[in-house]
């Protein structure tokens, strides 16, 4: 129904920024909200940030004021600036979108993941 593939990972040194970038495709009118979540090695996923298709976002308490979501509805793309970055942001990078479909009802996409390692 909706494809995610995210890009922009990569490895970096502490205190570095990236920016994740995560492009939706197939019936992207159909996405309500978008969010990025992560996973490190021996931990469950957790949430980072979400953001409405009216730009209302959320965030991780522990993450505010160092990373930002933000979004293209017409480019049906989600992006997370990440800032000042440490070794213990290092994991997986998943983009997720929440799918409303009339008379089908309400579904979830992910990407497949991009890898952020942050070394001191």
């Known amino acids: 129904q909706v494809q995610l593939v995210e890009s922009g990972g990569g490895l970096v040194q502490t205190g570095g920024s990236l920016r994740l970038s995560c492009a939706a495709s197939g019936r992207t009118g159909s996405i309500n909200a978008m969010g990025w979540y992560r996973q490190a090695p021996g931990k469950q996923r957790e949430l980072v940030a979400t953001?409405?298709?009216?730009?209302?976002?959320n965030y991780a308490d522990s993450l505010k004021g160092r990373f930002t979501i933000s979004r293209d509805n017409a480019k049906n793309t989600v992006y997370l600036q990440m800032n000042n970055l440490k070794p213990e942001d290092t994991a997986v990078y998943y983009c997720k979108a929440d799918i409303s479909i009339k008379f089908r009802g309400n579904f979830t996409s992910w990407g497949q993941g991009t890898q952020v390692t942050v070394f001191s």
């Open positions: 953001v409405t298709n009216g730009g209302m976002t």
